[in-house]
């Protein structure tokens, strides 16, 4: 019997915007410098999940049956992610089927999967900090070719970031997403600013790529 999601109004918008904003990391991620996910599909389905459903905020009752739908790897990897070594005991039997199916047995058989689990939780810490509007700060564990290392984020304007490190596709990447607060009722319409409820962008650029202030990077 297949269980469909019937209400996804009840989706904290909060942690909807932070799940799109993963997506999107994810999606553009890698370099000659930085290892890129693989398999590409099953983690940009966990970033989706892992995004919408972690702490803070998250839906959690949501997340087992929503991961496994979608691929034996993405389930084990949000159970991963989210759960840490703590619940070792509900991901280390899906890790144990992984390694017998072909699709999957490279990458977990090699460094590719701890890869991948460092791009989730990085990513995921980056677009909360995004979301909080946050300043300058430290982010540890961003995956590199030679080890993992420290990023650092500085805020040169209005949703408008350095990030060093550079793990990304390109020299400069625009994100969008909903805004993390919940939309007017529908049963008082007009009672808020519609244009407070339009998409938003944040816009990452590489150590030394310039600010092009006729689009608007001020």
Partial sequence: ?????????????????RGVL????????????????????DVLLAALVLGTTAPPHGGAAVLPGVAAALSRYTAYLVRRCWGGEAAQAEWQPLLAALVAEPRYRDAVDS????????????????????LADGGDAVLPGLPRRT??????????GARLYRLRPWPLCGRRLTLHAL???????????????P???????????APSTPIDRRAGEV
């Fill in 147 to 156: 080890g993992v290392a420290p990023a650092r984020i500085i805020r040169v």
């Fill in 111 to 130: 460094g590719a999967d701890a890869v991948n689990r460092a791009i989730l939780t990085f990513c995921t810490d980056l677009a909360a900090h995004l």
């Fill in 1 to 17: 019997m297949t269980t469909y999601l019937t209400e996804p109004a009840t989706l904290n918008p909060w942690a909807a915007a």
């Fill in 22 to 41: 993963t997506f999107q990391l994810v999606d553009h991620w890698g370099n000659r410098t930085t290892p890129r996910p693989r398999p590409r599909l």
């Fill in 179 to 193: 805004p993390p607060w919940s939309p007017p009722s529908a049963a008082a319409p007009g009672a808020a600013d």
């Fill in 195 to 205: 244009s407070r409820y339009a998409s938003l962008a944040w816009t990452l650029l």
